[in-house]
């Protein structure tokens, strides 16, 4: 089936001797491309080509005046709108953008349908009146003031448009209402030129008065691109505009409309194909094309549409590798770049900085970043690492310049000093630590040129975008500070693109649904045709409301989703195999419906259309989690055989008990948690602090008799003891502000309690002595299996004697019950994690019985911090407990059971036959 482009070429060189004196005007600069193509297939001589323009350059052209970027007309409005408000009243940039992007779109929207601003602007301000109405005789400051914004509109547009017109430039709006005023002039200039406008749809009021005045001048035909099916259906939107025009302009009175075709009709295979999510789209088009490349390998006549354009690098990742020749269309966004990500963190580096320090979070993403570990890399030594376990081990929250530049050698001192340094609220110093930071990556990357030509083109175009940057802020004194500087750079890298490089009239074709214009494909896949999407539905940025938009006919929701409309069922005009795709997932606000545009093809039922329905789910493998199980080889048995000799923990053991394979990576491999900044103190630390400092009151008295009068000396030692610890084991973390604080204050309540506890035991009459404080511990176990000798080892907070019974204390400040030191079986002691604490202390009184014996009575125990009103929660059996033993003695019965336990735990470990099998916890 022949294209539009080929009708229309078709028809211009039979109609046309003489093609040079044309000038062929289409709806985007891309269809010429295809356009050029077109003529030198059909044309049978040599000739010059036609002007080919898009009709943003053909209204140039009549207007004179050249269109201005948004940011520089932002900058434009922003000195306008300074001369022309009160300086008390004035907005900083950065706020002012907000607000004026929607208002210089509603400018733009007024002038392209030729509106009378200021009938507009009296009725805006007279409706926000009305929203403002009150009792009150007089309206409070802040209506006033919102209403004398409304009201100052008509003047913000007189002088913006007096001030950009003097200079020759234009918005694009103002462009087109200044064509219209000049169209006469440029007709009678070209009065031997003739014009064909090919392709149009939707046009704005502009638009409609240039064209049809080059028509009724007989300078101009137009060739439209619909079909009988919409044109003649009175409901279809896919030909709403194309009915306005043919039954509302006069020159269509007179002539024929053309063209009409019938290509809808026409034999199609359409397959519609939900797919979840939108990666999942991006997958199955790979699938897609991977079996259209079977049929033809060019992939000639195939075009790609993403309805939803940040499918973009998905899709390309998504490509077979097969495709040698690819065009794509669409630009890849600067603000998607991994570059843009650096920047980003160098920002909020400086935006979280407090007291000249940074935060350490912000310095850790930036030491992190992939693109800037080049410059970090020092043969094979990562100094960034290095940094970043320097501030984790000594907890450092806010981090001075001085601190992390020292930390660098010295020949990169001075790129530390780039990143590290404080831009002190400059944008000029920002911009300047920019443009250095890529000239010193450019130089790193350089090296290995081949490895790294996208990573240089990345900083080709951001070194661009810092060069726009400070080329603006030398122009206009209105950027001067670093908020309004980000503000105006996500302006231009959400609007700015990495352009690809393809041949556009080879291979497949990648692009938008607005880049179709005009273009016909043999197949076409087309994805997100979702509601939200294709049509995008109801969105309001503008600060007209939809019935003033009625009113004065500017275009609304139902105008754009027409729009779409017609752009959708033209690409499947001429195309023979069409695919489908939507989001069958909720993603968002998206609800994942597919589009109306799916339902109405349902409902057409042409005889030669060929649809069909599918849902396709992705194939995942069913994966069953499988516990982890390591078989002990011979370098494993060599390392238990090491920390055999060493002596057991009582505290490895349990790790074992409760999940061997965490006893295989901490004990085994040496490998240890993350070890990451605390901000707020953690469980440890402040057990750790507890335990120090009752250790630093304690020690002194080791051997001694302990008095009332020891203890009341010791609470005011609390707090500075305290403070100490904290400083030992949190490094440079604050304690003097928030939940710090609190826990701070907590660790201080858990010493004194403790203390107050041990003066009320003292004053009731008992005797206390301290025999050992955080005394390390060993003892061997004889194990005869084992040809190796096997020791445990410790260190035992606590060993006190109390009124002649020797009392074994294991300190805990998490909450402890007496059921937690009680045992049912013994069998369970070490099988069960939650009998951990008795396994710890009873491996405590284990080791102390073989070091020294038990002279007297003994019992082996646990002070629970957070329940301390249970006092000291003492080890024993059910039965014992039972039976009402307040002693609970440990004897050595009680220990040579432990031993056999014991002894099966150590043998298991040892066992090469038992893997390390991982548990459920």
Known sequence: MKSILSHVVNYILETNTNISDLTLVLPSKRAGVFLKH???????QTSFAPDILSIEELVEQISGYTSVSNTELLFEFYSVYKELTPKDAQEPFDSFSKWAQILLQDFNEIDRYLISQKDIFNYLGAIQELNHWSLEKEPTTLVKNYLTFWNKLQEYYDA???????????????????AVDSLEFYLQKNEDKKHYFIGFNALNTAEEKIIQEFLEVGLAEILWDTDHVFFNDPEHDASLFLRRHRYEWNYFQKHDFSWIADNFSAHKNIEIIGVPKNVTQAKYMGEILQTLQQQDETLQDVAVVLGDEQLLIPCLNSLPQEIERLNITMGFPLKDIPLATTFNNLYLLQEHHRNDTFYYKNIINVLSDTNLRPLFQQKEKNIAADIIQYIQSNN????????????????????ARLLFTFWNDKPKTAIQNCVTLIRHLKAKLIEDREQHLLALEYLYRFNEVFNQLQLLTKQHNYIKDIKSLLALY??????????FKGEPLQGLQLMGMLETRVLDFK???????????????????????????????LPTYKEKDAIYTYHFYRLLQRAENVYLLYNTEADGLNGGECSRFLMQLETYNMPNHTLRQNVVTPKVPKIEHQLQVVKKEASMLNRIKDIANKGFSPSALTSYIRNPIDFYYQKILGINEYEAVEETVAANTLGTVVHDTLELLYKPFEGKVITSEDITAMFKNVEE????????????????????????????????NFLQQELQTLKSGKTLRILQIEQTLQAKVEIPELDFPVYIGGKVDRVDELDGVMRIIDYKTGKVSQGDVEIVDWDLLTQDYKFSKSFQVLAYAFMIHQKQGFQQETEAGIISFKNLQSGFLKFGTKESARARNKNQLVTTETLDDFLIELKQLILEICNTDIPFTEKEV
């Open 38 to 44: 077109e003529l030198s297939q059909q044309i049978k």
């Open 490 to 499: 996500k302006e231009i890298i959400s609007t700015e693109t990495l352009d």
């Open 160 to 178: 913006l448009t007096e001030k950009i017109t003097q200079k020759g430039i234009a918005y694009q709006g103002l462009v087109y209402r200044e």
């Open 523 to 553: 197949t076409v896949i087309l994805s997100s045709v979702n509601e939200g999407i294709l049509p995008s539905g109801k969105s309001n940025n503008s600060f007209i409301p939809f019935d003033l938009k009625k009113q004065f006919n």
């Open 721 to 752: 003891l305290v403070v100490e610890n904290f400083k030992k084991t949190y490094g440079e973390g604050n304690i003097h502000r928030g939940k710090n604080l609190i826990i701070f204050n907590v660790a201080k309540r858990y010493v004194t």
């Open 396 to 415: 450092i929250i806010y981090v001075t310049t001085e601190t992390i530049v020292a930390r660098f050698p010295q020949h990169l001192q001075e790129i």
